[in-house]
């Protein structure tokens, strides 16, 4: 995410630290690979772990303390390498 993507956010973060789980190939295998729900807005939220993701990729994210709530999200950036932000993903409700 660059500076200009910052400054345009409309909706304020909530930090949380939410055990989840990420469900890729939604039509043939599913395979869940776990993660950390990091923060929250009204429009998506922030994961942090070992994934294998594109921008414009729609995954499941489900909750691990609460397995019947899931979201169909968007990836809309992606954390570069070798930066602060490395592992963790913006993920847009869809």
Do not use: Y
Request: hydrophobic share 35%.
């Amino acid at each position: 995410m660059d500076d200009q993507e910052s400054n345009i956010r409309r909706s304020e973060r909530t930090p949380l630290q939410i055990p989840a789980c990420v469900v890729l190939d939604l039509n043939r295998n599913p395979n869940r690979i776990p993660c950390i729900i990091v923060d929250l807005t009204t429009k998506g939220f922030k994961l942090r772990g070992n994934l294998n993701l594109s921008r414009g990729q729609v995954v499941q994210v489900i909750l691990d303390h609460q397995p019947q709530i899931s979201f169909h999200s968007r990836v809309v950036w992606i954390g570069q390498a070798n930066s602060e932000r490395e592992g963790e993903f913006g993920l847009e409700v869809v």
